[in-house]
């Protein structure tokens, strides 16, 4: 990955995500961290696409649930 690909991914996650991530990949925070600061030359190419999964995974949870909240709240 790219280092613009990674910082792409990056503007997408809020607090706590990282954490998440860590957690549903089974990685540690560190190495996550590393991922996303861009420090990845010691992390294999299978828990950077654990890490670039999970990610996308928790964008896509949230756009869901955005979009859900949004269509309550113009129904009321």
Do not use: C, P, W, Y
């Amino acid at each position: 990955m790219t280092k613009q690909d990674i910082e792409k991914l990056n503007a997408h996650l809020k607090k706590g995500d990282q954490k998440a991530i860590a957690e549903l990949t089974g990685l540690s925070k560190i190495t996550v961290n590393k991922f996303f600061n861009g420090n990845d030359d010691n992390i294999t190419d299978e828990n950077i696409s654990l890490i670039v999964n999970s990610a996308s995974i928790l964008i896509k949870k949230r756009k869901r649930l955005k979009a859900a909240s949004e269509k309550i709240i113009n129904s009321i």
